[in-house]
Protein backbone atom coordinates (compact mmCIF):
# COMPACT_ATOMS: atom_id res chain seq x y z
CA UNK A 1 0.00 0.00 0.00
CA UNK A 2 1.38 3.51 -0.66
CA UNK A 3 2.41 5.94 1.82
CA UNK A 4 1.78 9.50 2.06
CA UNK A 5 3.55 9.92 5.25
CA UNK A 6 5.95 13.31 4.56
CA UNK A 7 3.88 13.98 1.25
CA UNK A 8 2.43 17.14 0.31
CA UNK A 9 -0.74 16.09 -0.74
CA UNK A 10 -3.90 18.93 -2.09
CA UNK A 11 -7.07 17.20 -1.77
CA UNK A 12 -10.14 18.62 -3.99
CA UNK A 13 -12.70 19.18 -1.24
CA UNK A 14 -16.18 19.24 -2.74
CA UNK A 15 -17.85 19.88 1.29
CA UNK A 16 -19.43 16.31 0.47
CA UNK A 17 -17.93 13.00 2.50
CA UNK A 18 -16.21 11.43 0.28
CA UNK A 19 -13.37 14.26 -0.06
CA UNK A 20 -13.88 15.13 3.51
CA UNK A 21 -12.88 11.67 4.54
CA UNK A 22 -10.41 11.10 1.89
CA UNK A 23 -8.78 14.60 3.59
CA UNK A 24 -9.31 13.23 6.81
CA UNK A 25 -6.92 9.53 6.45
CA UNK A 26 -4.59 11.38 4.44
CA UNK A 27 -3.83 13.72 7.55
CA UNK A 28 -3.77 10.21 9.69
CA UNK A 29 -1.29 8.82 7.43
CA UNK A 30 0.73 11.37 7.83
CA UNK A 31 0.59 12.92 5.18
CA UNK A 32 0.92 17.41 4.79
CA UNK A 33 -2.77 17.89 3.68
CA UNK A 34 -3.71 21.15 1.70
CA UNK A 35 -7.94 21.73 1.03
CA UNK A 36 -8.87 23.08 -2.30
CA UNK A 37 -12.26 24.07 -3.41
CA UNK A 38 -13.29 24.97 -6.94
CA UNK A 39 -15.87 27.89 -6.93
CA UNK A 40 -17.16 27.01 -10.64
CA UNK A 41 -20.62 28.52 -10.32
CA UNK A 42 -22.94 31.52 -9.46
CA UNK A 43 -25.75 30.51 -7.44
CA UNK A 44 -26.56 34.11 -6.95
CA UNK A 45 -27.88 33.89 -10.83
CA UNK A 46 -29.85 30.90 -10.58
CA UNK A 47 -33.41 32.45 -8.46
CA UNK A 48 -34.71 28.98 -6.69
CA UNK A 49 -38.59 29.09 -6.55
CA UNK A 50 -40.41 29.22 -3.22
CA UNK A 51 -37.06 29.56 -1.65
CA UNK A 52 -36.44 25.99 -2.61
CA UNK A 53 -33.01 24.45 -1.37
CA UNK A 54 -31.88 21.91 -4.01
CA UNK A 55 -28.92 19.05 -3.22
CA UNK A 56 -26.05 19.58 -5.57
CA UNK A 57 -22.27 19.80 -6.02
CA UNK A 58 -20.14 23.23 -5.70
CA UNK A 59 -22.65 24.97 -4.16
CA UNK A 60 -21.93 27.84 -1.63
CA UNK A 61 -23.16 25.57 1.26
CA UNK A 62 -20.91 23.39 -0.03
CA UNK A 63 -17.85 25.58 -0.43
CA UNK A 64 -18.54 26.40 3.23
CA UNK A 65 -18.96 22.77 4.25
CA UNK A 66 -15.42 21.85 2.89
CA UNK A 67 -13.76 24.95 4.67
CA UNK A 68 -15.46 24.04 8.35
CA UNK A 69 -14.39 20.39 7.87
CA UNK A 70 -10.69 21.68 7.12
CA UNK A 71 -11.02 23.71 10.41
CA UNK A 72 -11.96 20.68 11.85
CA UNK A 73 -8.85 18.70 10.93
CA UNK A 74 -6.43 21.94 11.25
CA UNK A 75 -5.41 21.84 7.17
CA UNK A 76 -5.26 25.03 5.40
CA UNK A 77 -7.72 25.68 3.01
CA UNK A 78 -8.15 27.52 -0.24
CA UNK A 79 -10.81 28.36 -2.37
CA UNK A 80 -10.01 28.98 -6.14
CA UNK A 81 -12.11 30.62 -8.90
CA UNK A 82 -12.63 28.44 -11.91
CA UNK A 83 -16.00 30.57 -13.24
CA UNK A 84 -14.71 31.45 -15.96
CA UNK A 85 -13.32 28.70 -16.89
CA UNK A 86 -16.32 26.23 -15.95
CA UNK A 87 -18.78 28.60 -18.30
CA UNK A 88 -16.46 28.17 -21.42
CA UNK A 89 -15.41 24.51 -21.31
CA UNK A 90 -18.33 23.02 -19.81
CA UNK A 91 -21.54 25.10 -19.84
CA UNK A 92 -20.83 26.12 -23.51
CA UNK A 93 -20.18 22.61 -24.45
CA UNK A 94 -23.02 21.29 -22.64
CA UNK A 95 -25.22 23.96 -24.61
CA UNK A 96 -23.59 23.61 -27.84
CA UNK A 97 -23.88 19.61 -27.49
CA UNK A 98 -28.06 19.95 -26.84
CA UNK A 99 -28.24 22.44 -29.52
CA UNK A 100 -26.38 20.09 -32.49
CA UNK A 101 -28.21 17.15 -31.13
CA UNK A 102 -26.60 15.09 -28.65
CA UNK A 103 -26.98 14.60 -24.98
CA UNK A 104 -23.83 15.83 -23.13
CA UNK A 105 -21.97 14.87 -20.06
CA UNK A 106 -20.98 17.52 -18.13
CA UNK A 107 -19.18 15.61 -15.59
CA UNK A 108 -16.81 13.97 -17.46
CA UNK A 109 -15.34 17.41 -19.09
CA UNK A 110 -15.38 18.78 -15.54
CA UNK A 111 -13.39 15.98 -14.09
CA UNK A 112 -10.63 16.36 -17.60
CA UNK A 113 -10.74 20.05 -17.28
CA UNK A 114 -11.09 21.57 -13.98
CA UNK A 115 -9.77 18.94 -11.80
CA UNK A 116 -7.03 17.40 -13.33
CA UNK A 117 -5.94 20.18 -15.86
CA UNK A 118 -6.76 23.35 -13.52
CA UNK A 119 -6.27 22.03 -9.99
CA UNK A 120 -3.66 19.58 -10.87
CA UNK A 121 -1.69 22.40 -12.18
CA UNK A 122 -2.71 24.77 -8.66
CA UNK A 123 -0.95 21.73 -6.59
CA UNK A 124 2.06 21.65 -8.72
CA UNK A 125 2.28 25.48 -7.59
CA UNK A 126 1.97 24.90 -4.38
CA UNK A 127 5.10 21.96 -4.81
CA UNK A 128 2.44 19.17 -4.40
CA UNK A 129 3.53 15.46 -4.51
CA UNK A 130 -0.02 14.32 -5.33
CA UNK A 131 -3.64 15.60 -6.16
CA UNK A 132 -6.59 13.50 -4.43
CA UNK A 133 -9.87 13.20 -4.84
CA UNK A 134 -12.68 11.51 -3.31
CA UNK A 135 -13.34 9.35 -6.70
CA UNK A 136 -14.14 5.67 -6.21
CA UNK A 137 -11.04 4.56 -8.67
CA UNK A 138 -8.31 3.39 -8.39
CA UNK A 139 -4.63 4.46 -9.64
CA UNK A 140 -2.23 1.72 -9.46
CA UNK A 141 1.65 1.30 -10.74
CA UNK A 142 2.85 -2.15 -12.51
CA UNK A 143 6.33 -1.25 -12.37
CA UNK A 144 6.35 0.32 -16.12
CA UNK A 145 3.29 2.25 -16.26
CA UNK A 146 0.25 3.50 -14.10
CA UNK A 147 -3.39 1.88 -14.69
CA UNK A 148 -7.01 3.33 -13.85
CA UNK A 149 -9.17 0.25 -12.05
CA UNK A 150 -12.66 0.34 -10.90
CA UNK A 151 -13.32 0.87 -7.01
CA UNK A 152 -13.84 -1.85 -5.25
CA UNK A 153 -17.76 -0.70 -4.73
CA UNK A 154 -19.16 -1.66 -7.62
CA UNK A 155 -22.21 0.40 -6.70
CA UNK A 156 -20.37 3.53 -6.38
CA UNK A 157 -17.38 2.93 -9.06
CA UNK A 158 -16.49 5.98 -10.86
CA UNK A 159 -13.74 4.70 -13.45
CA UNK A 160 -16.63 5.57 -16.51
CA UNK A 161 -15.97 9.49 -15.48
CA UNK A 162 -11.94 9.36 -15.67
CA UNK A 163 -11.41 8.06 -18.44
CA UNK A 164 -9.44 11.13 -20.30
CA UNK A 165 -6.46 10.90 -17.54
CA UNK A 166 -3.04 10.59 -19.24
CA UNK A 167 -0.38 8.64 -17.91
CA UNK A 168 1.33 12.06 -16.59
CA UNK A 169 -1.81 12.86 -14.44
CA UNK A 170 -1.95 9.57 -12.85
CA UNK A 171 1.43 9.84 -11.77
CA UNK A 172 0.25 12.91 -9.47
CA UNK A 173 -3.49 11.72 -9.03
CA UNK A 174 -4.64 9.66 -6.07
CA UNK A 175 -7.95 8.02 -5.00
CA UNK A 176 -7.93 7.43 -1.22
CA UNK A 177 -11.57 5.53 -1.50
CA UNK A 178 -10.86 3.51 -4.33
CA UNK A 179 -10.08 0.42 -1.96
CA UNK A 180 -13.30 0.84 0.17
CA UNK A 181 -17.41 0.52 -0.10
CA UNK A 182 -19.19 4.05 0.71
CA UNK A 183 -20.29 2.34 4.12
CA UNK A 184 -16.88 1.95 5.30
CA UNK A 185 -16.59 5.79 3.88
CA UNK A 186 -19.53 7.02 5.97
CA UNK A 187 -18.02 4.68 8.97
CA UNK A 188 -14.98 6.46 9.11
CA UNK A 189 -16.87 9.82 8.59
CA UNK A 190 -18.35 8.90 12.07
CA UNK A 191 -15.66 7.61 13.72
CA UNK A 192 -13.68 11.04 12.88
CA UNK A 193 -17.15 13.23 13.37
CA UNK A 194 -16.86 14.67 10.28
CA UNK A 195 -20.31 17.42 10.18
CA UNK A 196 -20.75 16.04 7.04
CA UNK A 197 -21.05 12.18 8.11
CA UNK A 198 -24.53 12.26 6.85
CA UNK A 199 -24.50 14.47 4.60
CA UNK A 200 -26.44 13.82 1.14
CA UNK A 201 -24.92 12.99 -2.04
CA UNK A 202 -25.28 15.10 -4.93
CA UNK A 203 -27.82 13.84 -7.64
CA UNK A 204 -27.73 17.22 -9.84
CA UNK A 205 -25.95 18.70 -12.49
CA UNK A 206 -24.23 21.53 -10.66
CA UNK A 207 -25.45 24.58 -12.56
CA UNK A 208 -29.11 23.11 -13.38
CA UNK A 209 -29.98 22.36 -9.62
CA UNK A 210 -33.46 22.44 -9.75
CA UNK A 211 -32.97 19.84 -12.99
CA UNK A 212 -35.04 21.90 -15.38
CA UNK A 213 -32.14 21.65 -18.46
CA UNK A 214 -34.80 22.89 -21.02
CA UNK A 215 -35.35 26.26 -19.03
CA UNK A 216 -31.46 26.55 -18.40
CA UNK A 217 -31.11 25.91 -22.34
CA UNK A 218 -33.47 28.83 -23.28
CA UNK A 219 -31.96 30.87 -20.91
CA UNK A 220 -28.40 30.65 -22.50
CA UNK A 221 -29.92 30.46 -25.80
CA UNK A 222 -33.21 31.01 -26.14
CA UNK A 223 -36.66 29.63 -27.37
CA UNK A 224 -37.98 28.62 -30.54
CA UNK A 225 -34.51 28.10 -32.74
CA UNK A 226 -34.83 24.57 -32.95
CA UNK A 227 -38.35 24.06 -33.57
CA UNK A 228 -39.37 21.25 -35.70
CA UNK A 229 -40.71 18.30 -37.11
CA UNK A 230 -41.59 15.02 -35.61
CA UNK A 231 -40.75 12.35 -38.14
CA UNK A 232 -41.58 8.43 -38.57
CA UNK A 233 -38.78 5.99 -39.47
CA UNK A 234 -40.59 5.40 -42.53
CA UNK A 235 -40.50 9.61 -42.99
CA UNK A 236 -43.86 10.43 -42.50
CA UNK A 237 -44.51 13.37 -40.31
CA UNK A 238 -46.21 13.17 -36.92
CA UNK A 239 -46.79 16.37 -35.43
CA UNK A 240 -44.57 19.13 -34.16
CA UNK A 241 -42.21 19.63 -31.70
CA UNK A 242 -40.45 22.54 -29.62
CA UNK A 243 -36.61 21.89 -29.83
CA UNK A 244 -34.88 19.21 -30.26
CA UNK A 245 -33.21 19.76 -27.34
CA UNK A 246 -35.92 18.91 -25.09
CA UNK A 247 -35.41 15.31 -26.55
CA UNK A 248 -32.69 12.20 -25.87
CA UNK A 249 -32.74 9.15 -27.72
CA UNK A 250 -34.40 6.68 -25.99
CA UNK A 251 -37.02 9.06 -25.10
CA UNK A 252 -40.58 7.47 -24.69
CA UNK A 253 -42.87 10.06 -22.66
CA UNK A 254 -43.62 13.77 -23.75
CA UNK A 255 -43.96 12.94 -27.57
CA UNK A 256 -47.46 13.62 -27.59
CA UNK A 257 -48.54 11.12 -30.66
CA UNK A 258 -51.22 8.62 -30.95
CA UNK A 259 -49.32 5.26 -32.51
CA UNK A 260 -50.70 1.61 -32.63
CA UNK A 261 -47.56 0.86 -30.73
CA UNK A 262 -45.03 2.65 -28.21
CA UNK A 263 -42.91 5.18 -29.88
CA UNK A 264 -39.31 6.24 -29.27
CA UNK A 265 -36.94 8.85 -30.38
CA UNK A 266 -34.39 7.22 -32.00
CA UNK A 267 -32.22 10.04 -34.00
CA UNK A 268 -32.12 13.68 -33.60
CA UNK A 269 -31.47 15.43 -36.66
CA UNK A 270 -30.76 19.35 -35.52
CA UNK A 271 -29.92 20.52 -38.86
CA UNK A 272 -33.19 19.43 -40.01
CA UNK A 273 -34.46 20.61 -36.97
CA UNK A 274 -36.60 17.02 -36.81
CA UNK A 275 -37.08 14.25 -34.06
CA UNK A 276 -37.20 10.72 -35.47
CA UNK A 277 -39.13 8.33 -33.77
CA UNK A 278 -39.81 4.64 -34.46
CA UNK A 279 -40.92 1.65 -32.64
CA UNK A 280 -38.97 -0.15 -30.10
CA UNK A 281 -36.79 -2.35 -32.52
CA UNK A 282 -35.01 0.40 -34.11
CA UNK A 283 -33.44 1.52 -31.00
CA UNK A 284 -31.33 -1.50 -31.14
CA UNK A 285 -27.58 -0.32 -32.38
CA UNK A 286 -24.78 -2.93 -33.04
CA UNK A 287 -22.27 -0.30 -34.37
CA UNK A 288 -21.16 2.91 -33.52
CA UNK A 289 -18.03 5.75 -33.88
CA UNK A 290 -16.26 7.26 -30.77
CA UNK A 291 -14.60 10.08 -31.40
CA UNK A 292 -11.74 11.88 -29.36
CA UNK A 293 -10.46 8.90 -28.14
CA UNK A 294 -7.57 8.82 -25.29
CA UNK A 295 -6.03 5.61 -24.64
CA UNK A 296 -5.12 4.57 -20.80
CA UNK A 297 -2.82 1.41 -22.99
CA UNK A 298 -0.74 1.65 -25.69
CA UNK A 299 -2.60 3.33 -28.15
CA UNK A 300 -3.38 -0.44 -30.97
CA UNK A 301 -2.33 -1.16 -33.84
CA UNK A 302 -5.67 -2.48 -34.82
CA UNK A 303 -8.56 -4.67 -33.23
CA UNK A 304 -8.81 -5.49 -29.70
CA UNK A 305 -11.42 -7.23 -27.59
CA UNK A 306 -12.80 -5.11 -24.54
CA UNK A 307 -15.82 -4.18 -22.58
CA UNK A 308 -17.67 -1.19 -23.43
CA UNK A 309 -20.08 0.76 -21.07
CA UNK A 310 -22.10 3.13 -22.86
CA UNK A 311 -23.53 5.07 -20.09
CA UNK A 312 -22.70 5.63 -16.53
CA UNK A 313 -25.08 2.74 -15.13
CA UNK A 314 -24.81 -0.04 -18.44
CA UNK A 315 -23.31 -2.93 -17.64
CA UNK A 316 -20.46 -3.37 -20.01
CA UNK A 317 -21.04 -5.45 -22.81
CA UNK A 318 -18.44 -7.63 -24.79
CA UNK A 319 -17.25 -5.61 -27.85
CA UNK A 320 -14.58 -5.47 -30.61
CA UNK A 321 -12.75 -2.11 -30.75
CA UNK A 322 -11.77 -1.30 -34.78
CA UNK A 323 -8.97 1.50 -35.33
CA UNK A 324 -10.50 4.25 -37.67
CA UNK A 325 -7.72 6.89 -37.28
CA UNK A 326 -5.74 8.30 -34.19
CA UNK A 327 -8.63 9.77 -32.81
CA UNK A 328 -11.52 7.79 -33.84
CA UNK A 329 -12.62 4.68 -33.32
CA UNK A 330 -15.34 2.02 -34.65
CA UNK A 331 -17.36 -0.16 -31.97
CA UNK A 332 -18.92 -3.64 -32.88
CA UNK A 333 -21.34 -4.77 -29.81
CA UNK A 334 -21.49 -8.58 -29.51
CA UNK A 335 -25.20 -7.70 -29.09
CA UNK A 336 -26.91 -4.71 -30.27
CA UNK A 337 -27.92 -2.28 -27.48
CA UNK A 338 -30.24 0.61 -26.65
CA UNK A 339 -29.73 4.06 -25.68
CA UNK A 340 -26.40 4.80 -27.67
CA UNK A 341 -26.50 8.37 -27.42
CA UNK A 342 -24.27 10.86 -29.21
CA UNK A 343 -22.83 13.16 -26.95
CA UNK A 344 -21.92 10.17 -24.15
CA UNK A 345 -19.06 8.59 -23.03
CA UNK A 346 -17.99 5.59 -24.13
CA UNK A 347 -15.39 3.68 -21.50
CA UNK A 348 -13.67 0.55 -22.73
CA UNK A 349 -12.76 -1.95 -19.82
CA UNK A 350 -10.23 -5.05 -19.69
CA UNK A 351 -11.42 -6.29 -16.54
CA UNK A 352 -11.73 -3.81 -14.15
CA UNK A 353 -8.93 -1.96 -15.78
CA UNK A 354 -9.80 1.11 -18.41
CA UNK A 355 -7.84 1.22 -21.08
CA UNK A 356 -9.74 4.27 -23.10
CA UNK A 357 -12.70 5.78 -23.78
CA UNK A 358 -14.28 8.49 -25.82
CA UNK A 359 -16.92 10.05 -27.11
CA UNK A 360 -20.16 8.56 -28.64
CA UNK A 361 -20.42 10.13 -32.30
CA UNK A 362 -22.91 8.51 -34.32
CA UNK A 363 -24.22 5.52 -35.55
CA UNK A 364 -22.55 3.45 -37.61
CA UNK A 365 -23.58 4.72 -40.95
CA UNK A 366 -24.61 7.86 -40.21
CA UNK A 367 -23.03 11.37 -40.65
CA UNK A 368 -20.62 13.37 -38.16
CA UNK A 369 -22.98 15.29 -35.68
CA UNK A 370 -24.87 18.87 -36.44
CA UNK A 371 -26.92 16.90 -39.07
CA UNK A 372 -28.03 13.80 -37.89
CA UNK A 373 -27.67 11.30 -35.43
CA UNK A 374 -27.57 7.41 -34.25
CA UNK A 375 -30.92 6.01 -35.58
CA UNK A 376 -31.77 8.93 -37.84
CA UNK A 377 -29.59 7.66 -40.52
CA UNK A 378 -31.68 4.67 -40.94
CA UNK A 379 -34.28 7.23 -42.50
Not at 102 to 112: A, I
Not at 179 to 192: N, P
Not at 218 to 239: C, F, K, M, T, W
Not at 300 to 314: K, M, N, S, T, V
Request: glycine share 10%; net charge negative; proline share 4%.
Amino acid sequence: MESFAGKRVVVAMSGGVDSSVAAALLKEQGAEVIGLTMQIWDYRNFTAPDGQHFGTCCSLDDVYDARRVAEQLGIPFYVVNFEAEFAKTVIDAFCDDYFNGRTPNPCVLCNQKLKFELLLRRAKELEADFLATGHYAQVVHDGTRYALRKGVDAAKDQSYFLFTLTQEQMAMVRFPLGGMTKEEVRAHAARLNLRVAEKAESQDICFVPDGDYVRFLEEQRGAGLLDGEIVHVSGRVLGRHHGTYRYTIGQRRGLGIAWPEPLFVVGIDAGQKRVIVGEKPHLAVSEFLVDEVNWLIAAPAGPLDAACRIRYRHQEIPAQIRIVDADTVRVVMKEPQDGVTPGQAAVFYRGDEVIGGGWIDVGAHGPRPGRMTAGAAKL
